[in-house]
């Protein structure tokens, strides 16, 4: 089994940064590309930002130039770095990790449980 556990959310005004991190754990061979993505209410989940295992990264439009992702293949934890923020960037966000588990010759995608990001006006 493989957890991920998101941490840095919180409650800022708009302008402000939040700095969100994403560990995981369990027995894990390798760890493909990472993202975070973020729910709204009333609206569906979306892609944020994703980085790959070599650190290629793609971002949403609405966040370009804003938001930074990373990652540490040494700690296993994917971050990202909120700058800019507005009251449209409130949502919950979820990591996501695309995982070979040891003894595995497949690709699994595990999630986290979320964390809050409110940006308040």
């Known amino acids: 089994q493989v957890q991920l556990v998101e941490s840095g959310g919180g409650l800022v005004q708009a302008g402000g940064s939040l700095r969100l991190s994403c560990s995981a754990s369990?027995?894990?061979?390798?760890?493909?590309?990472m993202g975070w993505y973020r729910q709204a209410p009333g609206k569906q989940r979306e892609l944020v930002a994703t980085?790959?295992?070599?650190?290629?990264?793609n971002y949403a439009d609405s966040v370009k130039g804003r938001f930074t992702i990373s990652r540490d293949n040494a700690k296993n934890t994917v971050y990202l770095q909120m700058n800019s923020l507005k009251p449209e960037d409130t949502a919950v966000y979820y990591c996501?990790?695309?995982?070979?588990?040891?003894?595995?010759?497949?690709?699994?995608?595990?999630w986290g449980q979320g964390t809050q990001v409110t940006v308040s006006s």
């Open positions: 369990g027995r894990i061979f390798s760890i493909n590309d």
């Open positions: 996501n990790a695309r995982v070979v588990l040891a003894g595995s010759f497949r690709l699994s995608d595990y």
């Open positions: 980085i790959t295992s070599s650190g290629s990264t």
